[in-house]
């Protein structure tokens, strides 16, 4: 099918054509279909990819899918959105004497299509704000330094009702450790714009280092942190447990998580929000208060910190192997050495 052709039977795809047309005035975007459709047991969910040309601020290619929204008729019984209600875009610099008779690198389109294959297969929708972890390099056989996926709406593609609902585009931005550790402890808005005067349009080189290495950068997210703090509200972690001994309660950690709590919990609690520590079977949930206070449950736990234990815990626990009392005598914290492994289950290094 030729996607810059209007038919009747196609009117979300045309929807997004009139978007993509009112952005790129004039230009005939390289579109790459699928062959086989993932509904007759393809490997590529998305029903292609379309890459425009863009000039400014820099040179980049611009990436655009069609897929996570209905494209032909109306489908589902879901009248305010179309499918998933988003499409993905991806913003890739150009390298070196790139231009737009070149063409562009292929390597994004596989990301897209792998984000698609965890959508369609898991059901889970994409939001504004949104982060991944790339477990490696985005693009594969490099040395970039990024190695996470942050999702932020399009800033040139507004949300669009089509005939089949509406329909988002989330861009895809491609970000470091270290900024992504700054997105756990602020927020993925936050942070992309602090970047932004860096990396305008949040367009994605593969070739810089951090961005949190200019010192002005770095102060001006730690400054939106300390401001606002956090939204990450959850963390995942490997061990997790309690037992009471008397009228105190002791909560299990390993030394190997207990950095990330430390991080957090003035950033969750001292802005009046909660953060849950959870692994597959529990879940500990700690809560801003004036009085400490721990109920526990058989599988999850709610406790309350007043802001003198807060501080206490912040400034006395510490990722190495010990116990550790908070003031008040209702609550210990211990922490256990923990196993780093490798691919196949050795251990090849302990923390704590």
Not at 222 to 249: H, K, P, Q
Not at 324 to 348: F, H, K, M
Request: proline share 8%; charged share 20%.
């Amino acid at each position: 099918m030729d996607p810059t052709t209007e038919n009747e039977g196609t009117p979300g795809w045309d929807a997004l054509n009139a978007a993509l047309a009112a952005l790129y005035p004039g230009q005939e975007p390289k579109h790459y279909g699928t062959a086989l459709p993932y509904t007759l047991g393809g490997n590529d969910p998305l029903d292609g990819i379309s890459v425009y040309w863009a000039d400014a601020p820099r040179p980049h290619w611009h990436y655009v899918t069609y897929g996570f929204s209905e494209l032909y008729d109306k489908q589902s019984e879901d009248t305010a959105d179309s499918g998933y209600g988003f499409e993905l875009t991806f913003r890739l610099a150009a390298a070196p004497g790139e231009g737009p008779d070149a063409a562009p690198p292929v390597w994004p389109m596989s990301l897209l299509q792998n984000l698609a294959r965890y959508v369609f297969s898991s059901g889970n929708v994409f939001e504004a704000g949104h982060h991944l972890d790339a477990n490696g390099p985005i693009a594969l056989d490099t040395d970039t330094v990024l190695r996470h996926l942050a999702l932020v709406e399009d800033p040139q593609l507004a949300a669009r009702e089509t005939p089949n609902g509406r329909v988002r585009f989330l861009q895809v931005v491609g970000v470091s450790d270290d900024e992504m550790a700054a997105v756990r402890r602020w927020s993925t808005q936050g942070v992309l714009e602090a970047l932004a005067p860096a990396m305008p349009l949040w367009i994605t080189d593969i070739q810089r280092s951090s961005l949190l290495d200019d010192p002005a950068l770095a102060d001006r997210v730690a400054a939106g942190s300390a401001r606002e703090g956090s939204t990450t509200g959850i963390l995942f972690i490997e061990t997790l447990g309690w037992e009471t001994d008397g009228d105190t309660v002791e909560l299990r950690l390993g030394a190997g998580q207990v950095p990330g709590v430390l991080e957090l919990l003035p950033l969750r609690l001292a802005h009046g929000r909660t953060l849950t520590l959870a692994d597959r079977e529990r879940s500990w949930q700690f809560e801003p208060g004036e009085a400490d206070r721990v109920e526990l449950g058989p599988d999850s736990a709610r406790c309350v910190l007043s802001p003198d234990t807060l501080q206490a815990f912040v400034a006395h626990v510490h990722a190495q192997r010990g116990t550790y009392p908070l003031p008040g005598g209702r609550l210990r914290i211990r922490v256990e050495p923990t196993a780093l492994r490798d691919a196949q289950g050795n251990v090849v290094r302990t923390l704590g």
